[in-house]
Structures are given as C-alpha cells and as structure tokens.
C-alpha cells in the first residue's frame, strides 16, 4: 500500500465546476504540500502546510484552496475549474524542511 | 528568487555513464536534491548534497559545489530502467520553511 495516496488517479471535469483532489498519508509526517506539474516547468508548489492549524501559498495558489483535516489528509480544490488547470497534481509530505519529500502517485486532471 | 537550470533532454546508450547537470541561483542556498520520475508516476527521491563534494549511491552519484551553483547526477551503468525524467530541487533557507524549488526536469532516454 503507497505511502501517500491521492484519490481520483484520474479526472475529467467541466469548465466552472468545482473539484476536490484528496491527499492521505500513513507516514505520520506533519507536513504536507500539493504541487502541480506541467510539460517543461517542472513541480509548483500550490499550497503547504506544517500540521493542522497550518496552511500556507505556494508559488501558484491563485485558483486553488485546501484544507487540512487532520495531520494525515490535505485536499485541494478547484473552486471554479479552468482549461489552464489541466495538469498532473501531487500531494507530497516531509518529516521537516531537511529532508525528502515523498510524493503519492498523482492526480491527471483534465478540464474541458 | 530562483533559478534552477538542467538540460530538456538527454539520449545515452545502454552500459555508458551519464552525467545530469543543473545550475542555479539563489541567495539562500540550503540542500540540493535529485529526484527520479518515471512518465506518469511520482518522482522518488535519489539524492541529497549539502556539502561540498559527490554522494556516492550505488550506480547513482551526486556532486555539488555550492560557490558554482552547480550540481551534476552521475549515472553508471545505464540500464533501460533509467530512461525516466530527473529532477533537480534546490532549498532555500530564505524561503517560509525551506521550500523546495523544482527545476523543469532532464528526460533521459536509454538506448540499447
């Protein structure tokens, strides 16, 4: 069983409509971060967040909010999709800022 | 900010060496990381420098050298396996919680 699991694996959704990506972790890390991934530049953080009371922007957040339920889940959502949000999405976690990230399996996210 | 620079692409033959170059600027320099992503699937995690010097893993070598903004993964022994994307990720002291920045990543092909 991954580690880090994110739910849908795949989605195709409507322009205007709102989605939930979801994000769970067995690792009992406190942090946790959505990255969103497009051909040739690279992971961009979206949101982070350092434990419960915790949420952060990343470098692209305009668009998107999260939510931290509890330590082990972290969901982003897409408030009014766009055809520019079409892109792979990962959920990562880390023990601190000084070690690896462990990144779960991804979310292809399609908007038409 | 940031600047973190690697080749788009990368072709190498079956039981050669190949060696992955990324520079970058930043004012907050605090770890350099490689990550391997295979097309579609998470990146995992290959190596962390620090320091000054190579990290040596198996067929898998990092090295950095913190005063050029430079590090190069050293990969021996190609096997097909290895055809995947990597990723260099730069942490930056001056950024809330040593957020990583990712680099848009080297695909390398494998021939036979």
């Known amino acids: 069983d991954a580690d880090v699991t994110q739910t849908p694996r795949n989605r195709i959704t409507k322009t205007g409509k709102r989605i939930m990506l979801e994000c769970s972790q067995t690792k009992g890390h406190d942090r946790m ?60 976690t880390s023990v601190t800022g000084n070690t690896e990230a462990f990144f779960g399996q991804g979310t292809r996210l399609t908007v038409v | 900010g940031q600047n973190i ?9 079956e039981g050669a060496i190949v060696q992955i170059n990324c520079t970058y600027q930043t004012s907050g320099f605090n770890g350099l990381f490689w990550y391997q992503q295979h097309a579609g699937e998470a990146p995992t995690f290959l190596s962390y420098n620090v320091l000054d010097g190579l990290e040596e893993k198996g067929r898998f070598s990092s090295f ?49």
């Open chain 1, 33 to 92: 971060y959505w990255y969103r991934q497009d051909p040739g530049l690279g992971l961009r953080l979206i949101y982070y967040s350092f434990d419960v009371k915790d949420i952060n922007k990343g470098e692209i957040s305009d668009g998107y909010s999260v939510s931290r339920q509890a330590q082990a889940k972290f969901s982003l959502s897409l408030e009014s999709a766009i055809p520019n949000q079409t892109a792979l999405y990962f959920c990562a």
């Open chain 2, 5 to 13: 620079d690697q080749p788009t692409e990368m072709t190498a033959t």
């Open chain 2, 64 to 112: 950095l050298s913190r005063s050029k903004g430079y590090s190069y993964l050293l990969l021996k022994e190609l096997q097909m396996k290895d055809s995947a994307s990597y990723l260099c990720a730069v942490r930056d002291y001056r950024n809330a919680g040593n957020m990583l920045t990712f680099g848009g990543g080297t695909r390398l092909m494998v021939k036979p």
